[in-house]
């Protein structure tokens, strides 16, 4: 390894490590409450209502949303990880710290995007061992299943970058969430088969990314999906490569963080 | 060898503020050199365009004859700055701050620990290491901030400001401090209200202020243009009636108090003959400003004169 690959991934690492302890130093912030959120969704949704509306895609209605809960968590985590992290480095110009340090802007962006997977993931995780105390989960694609979590979780995190460099004020990280993400998940088959909606509400579905993710993940997990696969990937695949694009010059230009 | 090299150096904000015009400036290796202005010169976005933080409108930066635009990663290892705000995490430990600041530079985690140790030993931290860092006191959060800057033993250390708001004793032990690495062989740009500061520790000085440099030239030197110098006497009686000084400026403040101007050369002995033999007895003298502190407004004056 050259020394100058040898000290990228040293910051890498550092920059990653740190971003890892601050979301385990306010662990009752960034891990419980998904915890708890997502525990009252098992409970109501997935035994006191589900337990009427019977069987979904040939599963008990809690199996069928157990994924998109967990997928659920999984990026909402992700975003705001990041999109508060790197707001509250701004906010108290502790981002100077990474600015004046020979870093290229992409292991930043690396690095970020790194710590908001890695704490989606283990909020997902959290939150699947929670779902076995309710139903019984048996992954059956289990390499679909990891690689859509993860690439998920990066899309978001990636979301959630773009959003910090924009917000100048700590309102401006959560209107997204609260007014764009939220509802997306929702609309996105975290509850329901999109079969049951009309067919033009199925159609309008089909533009919201969530919908991907959660049926591919459901895929993964149960073999149950309103979606194909391949191009659930795909487009994922494209959003992440369009995010990255987008990410890295409003880095290089020093959008909201260079004068 | 030139530890920094500004050519040409401009900057316009968004908003049409021209807060550099054109800039040039040298710093040799080893030196320790004062950047001094009133608010608003120029000095916190020439610091800023040098460390990456700001962005240039024109001109060129070299640091230890690295262009920060060819490689802006080697010319960036060069430096540690001590930004004139606090601008670390409140939240992480003291240590943590050091540690990760080093791995930024590449310093993998043993010898970044080893290095972050030596550095709060020197600064007195130590005690704090694991506190997090907005539970210091202010002189302690001004001394991570120095600690923060060597963790990577850069070969240019610039410091905005460093002693703003810290108590003299607490100042002069960072002066100290400075003097110590700027022995060892670190280039040293200061920028600094306290002109006491600067008189102590720079050797060469350049004085910006709107945006130009209004004058760069070695500390002696520029004292020794200084052809007056003010003093200030506390008499022990009131003066008497037909007090008077020949030939030289004076005025009292008050009936036990004397200003006195004496032009370069005159030298003291001459006015304290003039007071012996008016039976004035001196209880006390001291300078009214510093020394620099007067070429400095003198300049800034000249500098406004002439926009």
């Known amino acids: ?259 | 060898m030139k530890a920094l090299q500004i050519e040409n150096l401009t900057k316009t904000y968004r908003n049409g503020f021209s807060a550099l015009k054109g800039i040039n400036l040298s710093v040799e290796q080893g030196d320790f050199f004062a950047l001094l202005g009133p608010n608003g010169a120029g000095k916190s976005t020439t610091i800023g365009i040098i460390t990456s933080l700001v962005t240039k409108s024109s001109g060129t930066v070299k640091v230890y004859n690295t262009n920060i635009d060819d490689d802006s990663d080697a010319a960036k290892s060069y430096i540690g700055l001590v930004p004139q705000e606090f601008n670390f995490n409140g939240f992480e430990k003291v240590k943590h701050i050091l540690i990760t600041q080093a791995g930024y530079y590449g310093m993998p985690a043993k010898p970044a620990e080893v290095r972050a140790d030596e550095l709060l030993h020197q600064l007195g931290l130590w005690e704090k290491r694991d506190s997090p860092a907005r539970s210091l006191s202010g002189g302690m959060k001004r001394r991570l901030m120095i600690a923060r800057a060597l963790v990577h033993n850069p070969k240019l250390l610039i410091l905005d400001e460093p002693t703003a708001g810290v108590d003299i004793e607490l100042r002069r032990s960072m002066w100290l401090f400075l003097k110590q690495i700027n022995s060892q062989g670190t280039t040293i740009i200061l920028t600094t209200h306290y002109l006491e500061e600067a008189e102590n520790l720079c050797r060469n000085i350049a004085i910006i202020d709107r945006g130009l440099i209004v004058e760069n030239t070695n500390m002696k030197s520029l004292l020794n243009r200084l052809d007056k110098e003010t003093f200030i006497l506390d008499i022990k009686m009131p003066l008497p009636a037909s007090f008077s000084l020949p030939h030289i400026n004076y005025h009292s403040i008050d009936d036990h108090t004397l200003e006195v101007e004496l032009k370069q050369g005159d030298g003291l002995n001459t006015l304290f003959s003039l007071l012996s033999e008016q039976k004035v007895e001196v209880c006390s003298l001291k300078n009214k400003a510093n020394r620099l502190e007067e070429l400095f407004l003198a300049l800034v004056e000249k500098s406004d004169a002439t926009l």
């Open chain 1, 1 to 259: 390894m050259n020394s100058k690959l040898r000290r990228h991934s040293v910051a890498f690492n550092t920059l990653l490590i740190r971003e890892i302890r601050r979301f385990l130093r306010i662990w009752p912030q960034t891990l419980l409450p998904p915890a708890i959120t997502m525990t009252l969704y098992f409970i109501i949704f997935g035994n006191l209502i589900g337990s009427r509306i019977g069987q979904m895609g040939g599963f008990s209605y809690m199996q069928y949303i157990a994924p998109g809960i967990i997928m659920m968590a999984v990026i909402n985590n992700a975003y705001t990880n990041v999109a508060s992290s790197f707001y509250s480095a701004k906010f108290q110009s502790h981002i100077e710290e990474l600015l004046v340090a020979p870093i290229p802007n992409y292991l930043i962006l690396a690095g970020y995007v790194a710590g908001g997977t890695a704490r989606g993931l283990l909020v997902g995780l959290i939150v699947t061992i929670v779902s076995l105390f309710f139903t019984h989960i048996a992954i059956q694609h289990i390499f679909i299943t990891i690689s859509m979590v993860v690439l998920s979780a990066i899309m978001f995190a990636l979301g959630g970058f773009i959003n910090a460099i924009y917000a100048s004020s700590f309102d401006e990280i959560s209107i997204i969430p609260t007014f764009i993400l939220t509802p997306l998940t929702y609309l996105g088959g975290v509850f329901y088969s999109i079969s049951l909606l009309p067919e033009f509400w199925q159609n309008v579905s089909l533009f919201n990314p969530i919908l991907y993710m959660v049926n591919a993940f459901r895929f993964g997990m149960l073999g149950e999906s309103d979606i194909a696969i391949i191009p659930a990937f795909a487009i994922i695949f494209i959003c992440i490569i369009g995010l990255t694009s987008f990410a890295l010059y409003l880095l290089n230009k020093g959008t909201g963080i260079r004068n």
